[in-house]
């Protein structure tokens, strides 16, 4: 891997805290850290417990330690993809990724070295516990049981928008969606239903807009599900409380629209990207 080393500390980085009921953590260098390194917009991100690994239109994938001291925090960067890196996780110590190459791939999360190829693959939203939740221009959410030859679980119409993203909470009972008109929502993903209960929630999630340009932006659940995060058009990031649906926080920072937002598994920290070539973590 070549290591970029790039690192940008946002001192006067503007925080818009709409209430006091989530506790702030001191794990951080500073309360908020830009991360440079990408040539280009971020469209992904993701983190384990110590590391972050990003997605660009550069078409590469960058780790990152997770800042906690004024050292540098860029350990490398992955090229392989042919295309912008469009989303990444991480799978068992391995990182995935997805490409506009039409590709998926596998990776070393120590070495980075390519560990499998998949060809004319589309992007997987989510798997948890042997089920493929996932979506697209049709505008229906679909689920998949791996582990029965790809038994169909159910499918249930979403909205009139196509869906960008799709997230599970941490018992697997609650999806959370964005569409391309900017509307985050709900969907009760338990296996069985009774008949004349509907999947759809009819509550929203208000507060993070969508252009006209209709671009892929995120939301997601946080480490414990009481959260719920995405992206906006607007430049912030916005975090709602699930059941109230009440906002909790308004973050600003990003100089363009925000991409992708994911949350550390288990500490109070959100991590955001950006049209504007950056990733944002910071303490909630």
Not at 176 to 191: L, W
Not at 202 to 221: H, M, Q, T, W
Request: glycine share 8%; proline share 2%; charged share 20%.
């Amino acid at each position: 891997m070549s290591v970029v080393k790039k690192q940008k500390i946002a001192n006067n980085l503007a925080l818009s805290k709409v209430s006091d009921d989530v506790d702030s953590g001191k794990i951080l260098y500073n309360r908020a850290v830009v991360l440079e390194g990408h040539q280009g917009p971020v469209y992904s991100a993701a983190i384990n417990s110590e590391l972050i690994v990003s997605g660009g239109d550069d078409k590469t994938i960058n780790i990152w330690k997770l800042p906690t001291d004024d050292n540098d925090v860029n350990l490398g960067c992955i090229r392989g993809h042919k295309a912008a890196v469009t989303s990444v996780c991480w799978m068992n110590g391995n990182i995935v990724s997805g490409s506009a190459d039409s590709t998926m791939a596998i990776w070393d999360g120590e070495t980075g070295q390519k560990i499998r190829n998949y060809r004319n693959s589309t992007i997987i939203n989510q798997v948890r516990s042997g089920n493929i939740f996932f979506s697209g221009i049709d505008p229906t959410i679909q689920a998949y049981d791996t582990r029965a030859t790809d038994k169909s679980l159910w499918t249930t119409s979403s909205t009139i928008d196509s869906i960008t993203s799709l997230d599970i909470n941490n018992d697997n009972s609650m999806l959370v969606s964005r569409s391309t008109r900017g509307a985050v929502s709900t969907y009760n993903a338990k296996e069985f239903l009774p008949e004349n209960v509907s999947r759809s929630s009819p509550y929203v999630y208000d507060g993070a807009p969508s252009g006209n340009e209709y671009k892929l932006i995120r939301a997601c659940f946080s480490g414990d599900s009481s959260r719920i995060a995405s992206g906006s058009d607007d430049k912030t990031v916005t975090v709602w409380d699930v059941v109230t649906r009440r906002i909790l926080n308004k973050f600003e920072g990003h100089e363009a629209s925000t991409l992708d937002v994911t949350f550390h598994p288990s500490e109070n920290i959100v991590i955001s990207t950006s049209l504007d070539g950056t990733l944002i973590v910071r303490e909630l």
